[in-house]
């Protein structure tokens, strides 16, 4: 349901006429553990940014422009916790950490012209 929801946002995102043309969608699939970790880096041409935790058994937590710390920050539940942050918060570094080893993080950037 989570998943069909974030695709559902997404997709309204991408192709209302206020994004449509604007964004290219960028996404990347990270193997983060339980030091904290640089997910995505910074890009002043993002419009949107969308963090999900794809692990089946932990938890991650993100900061944005600081190191990860467990308990802190943004917090993506295990099994498809996600947040999609605008341009006012999503231009900067993305770190992450996980509550166990071999957690994958799935980020989707829409990056303008």
């Given at each position: 349901?989570?998943?069909?929801?974030?695709?559902?946002?997404?997709?309204?995102?991408?192709?209302?006429?206020?994004?449509?043309?604007?964004?290219?969608?960028?996404?990347?699939?990270?193997?983060?553990?339980?030091?904290?970790?640089?997910?995505?880096?910074?890009?002043?041409?993002?419009?949107?940014?969308?963090?999900?935790?794809?692990?089946?058994?932990?938890?991650?937590?993100?900061?944005i422009n600081n190191p990860a710390?467990?308990?802190?920050?943004?917090?993506?539940?295990?099994?498809?916790?996600?947040?999609?942050?605008?341009?006012?918060?999503?231009?900067?570094?993305?770190?992450?950490?996980?509550?166990?080893?071999?957690?994958?993080?799935?980020?989707?950037?829409?990056?303008?012209?």
């Amino acid at each position: 349901m989570k998943r069909i929801l974030t695709v559902t946002l997404l997709s309204l995102l991408v192709t209302s006429p206020v994004w449509a043309g604007r964004s290219k969608l960028i996404h990347s699939n990270v193997t983060v553990g339980t030091t904290s970790i640089q997910v995505i880096a910074t890009n002043t041409s993002r419009d949107f940014l969308l963090l999900q935790n794809d692990s089946a058994n932990n938890d991650m937590y993100s900061m944005i422009n600081n190191p990860a710390v467990v308990n802190q920050g943004i917090r993506l539940n295990q099994g498809g916790g996600s947040i999609l942050l605008d341009a006012q918060w999503s231009i900067g570094q993305v770190n992450c950490i996980a509550t166990a080893a071999n957690g994958t993080f799935l980020g989707t950037e829409g990056v303008g012209p």
